[in-house]
């Protein structure tokens, strides 16, 4: 399993806030920086997964992965702009949602979403490194995330809001009301939604490769 070091932790935080001073604005970047200030040992020290099979499962991997979808997403919105795309976002809406996508997967108030495993068994069988914290309400992880915002009274617009929920693309079940449509009217209308995705799915699966 992957180890960061402190100081290389250190570095990835300082990115994560630099991406808020100079994408977001007033007043949500106060908030945010807030938000994350009062969390920050979590924040810092989260695995983005479970298990060794999946994502970046190990201490530092959460802000390890939403710093690389991203710095994926503003690659990806430049490919989309030379493609010849009609813009129907900001930068704003595309850094604010690329660092919260996740959110959820931080957990809620004092409940973390991921316990150090306790069970040899998974450990070794399984690679489970992590487990899900069974006391916590369950939530879809996008839902979590939202609601997390909406809690802390930290707006999310329209885009923002597509964008996070359907972050995970047709591998969430219940996305397919919104990517699979029967006419025009109820196409989703903004490309965030589909950067963020593919920038989430390129971050993902680079990160499975390289740790």
């Known amino acids: 399993m992957k180890k960061l070091t402190a100081e290389e932790l250190q570095s990835k935080l300082e990115t994560f806030y ?55 997403a503003l690659i990806v919105d430049r490919v989309w702009d030379k493609m010849g795309q009609i813009k129907n976002y900001t930068i704003e809406e595309l850094v604010f949602s690329a660092l ?4 959820g997967k931080l957990g809620t108030n004092d409940q973390p979403f991921y316990l150090p ?3 040899q068994w998974h450990i070794e069988k399984q690679g489970a490194y ?29 885009n923002e809001f597509l964008s996070i929920k359907l972050h995970d693309g047709l591998y969430e079940e219940a996305n397919k009301a919104y990517y699979i449509s029967y006419g ?9 939604v589909h950067v963020l995705h593919q920038a989430d799915l390129m971050a993902a699966n680079i990160e499975s490769q390289i740790n």
């Open 184 to 192: 025009k009217e109820f196409a989703i209308k903004t490309n965030l």
């Open 130 to 158: 992590y487990k899900y914290n069974a006391d916590m309400t369950h939530m879809r992880i996008a839902d979590r995330s939202l609601f997390y915002l909406q809690e802390a009274g930290i707006s999310v617009n329209e």
């Open 117 to 119: 495993n306790d069970s």
């Open 18 to 72: 630099g991406y808020i001073d100079q994408y977001i604005s007033e007043p949500r970047k106060s908030k945010l920086k807030k938000f994350y200030s009062d969390r920050e040992e979590t924040l810092t020290l989260s695995p983005a997964s479970s298990k060794v099979a999946h994502h970046n499962c190990f201490v530092g991997g959460y802000i390890d992965h939403v710093l690389r979808v991203t710095e994926g």
């Open 100 to 103: 919260n996508h996740d959110l």
